[in-house]
């Protein structure tokens, strides 16, 4: 697959946008490329009333209630779309929770505003049946497909450590396949102001929708792989870290992400590449009062590897692991008396950390700022590939 970064930098700029917009006329193909005449897509944008802030998040936050089945096979799907946790709620999140309650963070317009204004963003308290849930799997499905870490100890043997690769995956392809949309919600944002702030906005949403298209056709390839193992039972084709702590986390995550950097800023993939990005998963949980830390990976891919050595390397692998969690991942959940005993310094320091995620997509997280966030003791470790 090609993913021809560099055009879609060129085509979806500021600044082609704004040439575009340059005595443009009513019959002419629209500036931002919906294929429409302008008069009947973006002209008169700036004249239209402004889409209230609250409208816009509530918007936003629909996109992601879609439903769907994500197994491969639909034969056997039931009509029934389940509400499903991607971080586990049984063993995991119901250990941490405090009257059924974690907190998370929820970033919207007014965390923007918030960081850009005083350098703070607050934690969302949400209640469990809400959190890290997607609606990504029938009845049927859900429950076939996840039994063996659902209602068993996760130790984990492989095929687990396969099977919360999937649901890690899944809820990243649920959640990108439902942020295809999310140029919709640029339009509301455009109502009301001038063309250049209109074409601001277009460029963040078409670039954002972009990276959203190149990363599921990467997905889909390595979605279908790793069901072909566990249909084939190879299961030596999974590679993985695996990480156990003598104690519940705080802090829990499940995603997955293509590791382009180190723990020590050594390139791993280039972004610019048309090959295809080599993915590796990532789950922080718990079970039988320990916690596990799984990374997951199969066949070949260098990258994943050599990520997962850089991260044995490091002299203190539970706060690198917070880092990562908070610098990588938007699928979080963490204790509230936790985060709320934290010194000024460390909660400033996952603010951080959380807002280079999502403002400027960087490597900022490989940094060691020497903050202890927690006190993990590690019992082992297990590196496979």
């Known amino acids: 697959m090609n993913h021809n970064i560099d055009d879609v930098l060129r085509s979806k700029s500021l600044d082609n946008f704004v040439k575009m917009m340059i005595d443009i006329k009513d019959d002419d193909n629209c ?13 008169g944008t700036e004249f239209k009333k402004r889409v209230p802030e609250g ?12 439903k769907f089945c994500l ?6 799907c039931s009509k029934n779309i389940v509400h499903a946790h991607s971080i586990q709620k049984k063993q995991s ?34 209640g469990i049946n809400k959190l890290s849930t997607f609606n990504g ?18 130790e984990p043997t492989k095929k687990q450590s396969l099977l919360l690769s999937i649901r890690s995956m899944a809820n990243e392809i ?25 074409a601001q906005v ?37 590679n993985r870290l695996v990480i156990e702590i003598d104690e519940t986390p705080e802090v829990m995550c499940s995603g997955c992400w293509s590791p382009t950097f180190d723990m020590d800023g050594n390139i791993l993939q280039d972004l610019g590449s048309s090959e295809s990005l080599e993915t590796i998963t990532f789950e922080v949980l718990s079970t039988n009062g320990k916690g596990i830390i799984n990374l997951c990976w199969y066949d070949k891919a260098l990258s994943c590897s050599a ?79």
């Open 55 to 66: 409208k816009v998040n509530l918007d936003f936050k629909l996109l992601k209630s879609k």
């Open 202 to 238: 277009e460029e963040i949403m078409q670039l954002h929708n972009a990276g959203t298209i190149i990363g599921l056709l990467d997905l889909a390839d390595d979605y279908e792989n790793l069901f072909t193992i566990l249909k084939t039972k190879e299961y030596n084709r999974v």
């Open 31 to 43: 500036w931002c490329g919906s294929n429409k005449k302008y008069k009947n897509c973006h002209k």
């Open 93 to 126: 999140l119901d250990k941490i929770a405090i009257n059924g309650h974690l907190y998370r963070f929820e970033i919207d317009s007014n965390s923007f505003k918030d960081w850009k204004e005083f350098k703070t963003i607050m934690p969302e308290k949400v």
């Open 174 to 198: 649920y959640i990108k396949t439902c942020l295809k949309d999310l140029p919709n919600i640029g339009k509301e944002v455009q109502e009301g102001a001038n063309a250049i702030k209109q």
């Open 71 to 76: 197994y491969p096979e639909k034969s056997k």
């Open 307 to 385: 990520f997962a050595k850089s991260l044995m390397k490091i002299d203190d692998i539970p706060n690198a692991i917070v880092r990562i969690i908070f610098g990588l991942f938007e699928n979080h959940a963490f204790k509230i008396d936790w985060f709320d005993s934290l010194s000024v310094l460390k909660r400033k320091g996952i603010m951080k950390l959380v807002m280079d995620n999502v403002m400027n997509n960087s490597s900022y997280f490989i940094l060691n700022d020497r903050k202890k966030y927690v006190n993990w003791n590690i019992k082992s470790i297990v590196f496979e590939e």
């Open 137 to 154: 799997f029938c009845a049927f499905h859900d429950n076939e497909l996840f039994q063996p870490i659902d209602d068993f100890t996760i």
